[in-house]
């Protein structure tokens, strides 16, 4: 079987033996893919008889009830869990008590989008001491404070903190896409959007280019007390050591509140192409001609949507617009990509016969058919060339979208080195692939999505003093000052594919063992995929232990796991899997 990229543009689904045209109305017309969708937790109200009997003591004043946990595709489940929604960080304190004194284990759950197992492990059941505590329904206070600073609840998802921020003419420089995530969430892992400076940008006051967590000015904790023998609500300035560690905690804390630097807010432009062959952004450095790294340098935000067995990526570029372009449709609302927000029929069709056992070689057609719906979807909507508010272009999906498996990491490198870390990847990327594919497999029927950010540079939170986050993927390295870039790199596919998780092993070997610390250094994106056997994620014990880990230096990490140790001696906040990253 030969390779089976096509490098001709084509706006039909026949490239690879499909017969389904696209129209308008199909285009915007979702439909349920239920094998690759998550179900929504039911809530079923605590029979107090019940609840008495197995949770002895527990706060009246906190509403209790059983839960079922899906995280954001589904491969993480539990069913019947105790679960409970404290009114405000008062609360928490309260259940986090009563858990430590009955040897329970306290587990924040915001809107559950997220891959690896940080918050359960799967195999959890509703005979484990395992709570879940909901943040998202009632910890979800917004306050302005002095200048550009917002103080927020940790359950407050991203799309109401950008929506207050709008409100007060603020913004972020950059933000991850859904907006349905928690800001808990999203600082536990570091979470991130896309942007470096662009050539010749002079960012204002508040702009930072790394991740959310280096926009934390403070944070409220709860942390145990040693003097008083007992877990308390603490706040941590950001110039304290201990706040190093809580910036990015991957679930070994619980974080009530923030507060956090915002930034002016402007208009951004975002215009979509798909007219540039992978070939081309993705050449050698010195190739000249439309690199990723030419974007990057006009203007410092880009993004790359490349759909497997596809030539031609769906390439988005913002640039900062004070006054809105010629051509450029003024959106007054995020969510501006109606065909990826649902699934199209010609989509869902092709991954219904995927996943119903029609075979999955029809993975280039599934890919070839979500190209041509970007294609055809951003002149159908006309949101090829948007211009707003910047929140309306960085938020752009919905949880409504198709729901597939992630693998993720981080190449910390000199902005220089961006073009060749991309088309090392995308090199190797497309060889695995294509070497799969002649022996009739097909482990990848999604896209790869790559991003550039700045890193974690504590100065941009304009604290004096103030400290780098211990377990950002973004944290800079201290012995390579010019590495001031990272690549993220995600490879999606649906679960269950076959031979997936062995494919992503071998790529993820490649970029362990090629950006090993040399001239570039990969990461391990924490709520995606990674640490990959041949047959599942977060398993490989030398990843997990020593590859992992040694990507922060013995020296980092054995602080940070000092700290969240020191912060929760009894492990309240943990699970199996944490228990045996950090450690």
């Known amino acids: 079987m030969t390779e089976r990229f096509t490098d001709a543009p084509d706006n039909s689904l026949s490239s690879y033996g499909s017969s389904w045209p696209v129209s308008r109305r199909g285009l915007l017309r979702g439909a349920a893919v239920a094998a690759a969708w998550a179900a929504v937790p039911v809530l079923l109200a605590a029979d107090p008889a019940a609840a008495a009997a197995e949770l002895p003591g527990f706060p009246a004043e906190v509403r209790l009830y059983r839960s079922a946990y899906r995280n954001w595709v589904g491969e993480i489940t539990a069913d019947g869990l105790w679960a409970c929604a404290p009114a405000g960080p008062e609360q928490v304190l309260a259940v986090v008590d009563w858990a430590w004194r009955r040897g329970w284990r306290v587990r924040a759950r915001g809107r559950s989008h997220g891959w690896s197992p940080l918050t359960i492990t799967e195999g959890t059941t509703a005979g484990t001491r395992t709570l879940l505590v909901d943040t998202a329904s009632q910890l979800t206070g917004l306050a302005l404070e002095s200048g550009s600073a917002v103080r927020a609840g940790a359950g407050v998802t991203m799309e109401a903190l950008l929506t207050f921020l709008e409100g007060h003419g603020l913004g972020l420089t950059a933000t991850p896409a859904p907006g349905d995530l928690t800001l808990g969430g999203a600082l536990a892992i570091g979470a991130h959007g896309t942007a470096v400076p662009a050539d010749g940008e002079h960012p204002a006051p508040g702009t930072t ?9 403070e944070l409220t904790a709860v942390v145990w007390d040693a003097d008083r023998g007992a877990y308390a609500l603490r706040t941590f300035r950001r110039d304290e050591a201990d706040c190093a560690a809580l910036l990015a905690h991957l679930g070994r804390a619980f974080v009530t509140e923030v507060v956090l630097r915002a930034a002016p807010d402007g208009n ?34 880009v993004e790359a949507i490349w759909f497997a067995f596809t030539a031609f990526p769906w390439l988005k570029e913002w640039s900062v617009a004070p006054v809105r372009p010629p051509g450029s449709r003024h959106v007054t609302s995020p969510y501006n990509y109606p065909f990826s927000d649902s699934v199209p029929t010609p989509v869902a069709d092709l991954v219904g016969r995927l996943v119903a056992g029609a ?23 006309d949101s090829a060339d948007l211009w707003g508010p910047s929140k ?25 080195g961006v073009q060749r870390v991309v088309h090392e990847f995308t090199g190797r990327y497309r060889e695995l692939l294509a070497a799969y594919a002649a022996r009739g497999r097909f482990p990848v029927n999604g896209s790869v999505e790559i991003r550039v950010t700045g890193l974690d540079q504590p100065a941009e939170a304009g604290v004096p003093g103030a400290r780098t986050p211990l377990l950002s993927a973004l944290r800079p390295c201290a012995e390579r000052p010019e590495w001031d870039t990272a690549v993220w790199l995600d490879v999606l596919t649906l679960p269950g594919t076959p031979y997936a ?10 970029l362990f063992g090629t950006y090993d610390g040399g001239y570039a250094l990969a990461r391990a994106e924490w709520s995606k995929g990674w640490a990959y056997s041949d047959d599942s994620a977060w398993s490989d014990p030398e990843v997990l232990g020593t590859a992992v880990p040694g990507t922060f230096g013995r020296q980092v990490w054995g602080q940070a796991v000092a700290t969240l140790d020191r912060l929760d001696p009894h492990r309240v906040f943990g699970n199996a899997f944490l228990d045996r990253l950090l450690r």
């Not at 280019?209 to 000015?217: A, D, E, I, P, T």
């Not at 975002?270 to 010195?286: I, K, M, N, Q, Y």
């Not at 198709?402 to 993720?408: D, E, I, K, W, Y």
């Open 392 to 416: 309306n272009t960085l938020l752009y999906l919905r949880p409504t979208t198709l729901r597939v498996t992630a693998s993720g990491y981080a190449v910390l490198t000199p902005r220089a």
């Open 359 to 381: 075979g999955w070689s029809l993975a280039p057609e599934v890919g070839n058919a979500q190209l041509t719906v970007a294609r055809l979807g951003l002149t159908a909507t």
């Open 501 to 510: 998780e062995a494919f992503l092993r071998e790529l993820e070997r490649f």
């Open 268 to 301: 951004l432009r975002c215009v979509s192409r798909t007219d540039v062959p992978a070939r081309e952004l993705f050449a050698a450095p010195g190739s000249g001609g439309r690199t990723l790294e030419r974007f990057v340098h006009r203007s410092g935000r």
């Open 209 to 217: 280019y790394g991740s959310l967590s280096n926009r934390v000015l």
